[in-house]
């Protein structure tokens, strides 16, 4: 059967609107979040594994445009692969990523709270991602242009913050001769670290600051014309964000040379101290917390909503007729909303940080694998797109984003996949029981 092709939700956004979502739901501060981890397992190469992220993004974002023309819907992945594939595949590619987008602002929430604990060292982290995360929910409700003056104001707000760290950095190595004291080529290369096992083990861990320009796609039936519109706000918000963690990751690398005493979880903060004080460090934990607690969140709590609203208007999981419920007055996917701060309360509250970030990286790049693949399958061999651009747009650049995205799921540990193979057998059995067996088409087939 064919995909419901009704439109409720409310069209009220633009082009600007969708590229800054994409880029506050990446964070251009994002690097603050993994700098020192990421540092020690890439033996100080942080802006070469952030390289090799975006160049990992840039053939998936290829994929999501693609798809966005000819199917405009909220339902991203799900909708992509359910139409590339089969919608059995769609269905679990859909319940891959929203291990991603339902745990992820569990996770941007206690990231928040454990840095603010910095600062505070009584504070309940758990409390206070509670807090984060109802309030951001109840902004989404709202609707969706209160959601993007907000976006606006934060990413203001985080480009100012980064252009002042640049400026210190700038000062710290090339004025006053410190850190590296000039330009290096260190933190991009050094050949005798490098091999394959590096290469996927670190960027499985800088995943995380990528994975958001796919929530554009969420937004499709909330922008005009959005067949055109789509595609180019993901490239433009992929391509501007990876530069600004090129940029970020290199003039901190300059600043503190070496990686071997670098904190895992506050390293980038030290850094902002070592270059610009104690006032200044003190400013970038502030608006890191604001900006990953708030901002980060709020967009990834719209994204999963609008995922869990077409797979209930689909009749695709249990309780889709909860979740396709539209306020009516913000015309926003309110039980959608309601549930995922549910989930990500139960989250933040059972659950430990580094679980959530396993399953958060194994959904996003399994999700990217299959919507790659649904690519070459329905543009090149279905509809029969070829000649020389459809070779590259078609099969080339989707395989490659496909290998890539097989060379770093070959990174995750045996625990980070065995956790997500529990997730996905999870979403197979609710898929079997919604399918009748998978006799059904899988859309449109009798609510539970």
């Known amino acids: 059967m064919e995909l419901p092709q009704q439109q409720e939700l409310k069209r009220s956004l633009t082009m600007r609107n969708l590229v800054i979502f994409g880029m506050i739901t990446m964070s251009p501060l994002a690097p603050y979040q993994v700098f020192g981890s990421v540092s020690q397992a890439s033996y100080g190469m942080v802006p070469l594994v952030y390289l090799i992220g975006a160049v990992l993004m840039f053939f998936t974002a290829l994929s999501y445009a693609r798809f966005s023309k000819d199917f405009p819907s909220a339902g991203s992945v799900y909708t992509y692969v359910g139409k590339g594939i089969n919608p059995h595949v769609g269905f679990l590619a859909g319940w891959i990523m929203l291990s991603d987008y339902i745990l992820a602002p569990a996770l941007m929430c206690l990231f928040s709270g454990l840095w603010l604990s910095g ?24 609707g969706i242009q209160l959601n993007a003056k907000v976006n606006t104001f934060l990413f203001i707000v985080q480009i100012i913050a980064l252009i002042v760290f640049i400026g210190f950095a700038i000062k710290f190595v090339f004025i ?8 290096s080529i260190q933190p991009f290369f050094q050949p005798e670290y490098i091999d394959w096992k590096f290469v996927a083990t670190a960027s499985s ?17 909330e922008v005009e ?19 600004l963690f090129l940029i970020q990751s ?14 895992p979880d506050m390293a980038m903060f030290d850094i902002a101290k070592e270059i610009g004080g104690q006032y200044f460090y003190v400013a970038m934990i502030i608006i890191n917390v604001i900006a990953v607690g708030l901002a980060v969140t709020l967009n990834v709590q719209s994204a999963v909503s609008r995922v869990l609203y077409s797979m209930g208007r689909d009749n695709m999981i249990p309780g889709s007729t909860f979740l396709r419920k539209i306020h009516p007055k913000y015309k926003t996917p309110i039980n959608a909303i309601i549930l995922s701060v549910i989930v990500s309360v139960i989250m933040v509250l059972t659950v430990d940080i580094m679980t959530i970030l396993m399953l958060v990286n194994f959904g996003a790049v399994t ?3 299959v919507l790659n693949l649904s690519t070459v399958i329905y543009f090149y061999f279905k509809k029969k797109e070829r000649g020389v651009r459809g070779f590259f747009f078609h099969f080339l650049f989707p395989f490659i984003g496909f290998a890539i995205c097989a060379f770093v799921w070959s990174g995750f540990d045996k625990t980070t996949l065995i956790i997500g193979f529990v997730w996905l057998f999870s979403g197979a059995i609710i898929g079997f029981i919604k399918t009748k067996g998978y006799k059904e088409s899988g859309f449109e087939i009798k609510n539970m």
Do not use: W
Not at 250 to 263: C, E
């Open 367 to 369: 999700a990217f694998m």
């Open 176 to 183: 006053d001769g410190l850190g590296f004291g000039g330009f």
């Open 225 to 243: 014309n959005p067949q055109k519109v789509v595609g180019k706000a993901t490239i433009i918000a992929l391509a501007t964000t990876a530069a």
């Open 119 to 142: 600062l505070f060292p009584d504070i309940n982290i758990k409390v206070l991602a509670v807090v984060f995360i109802c309030i951001t929910g109840l902004i989404n409700i709202r």
């Open 250 to 263: 290199y003039m901190a690398s300059l600043a503190h040379q070496g990686y071997k005493d670098l904190d």
């Open 205 to 221: 861990m800088i995943l995380l600051g990528f994975v958001g320009f796919d929530g554009i796609s969420t937004l499709s039936e």
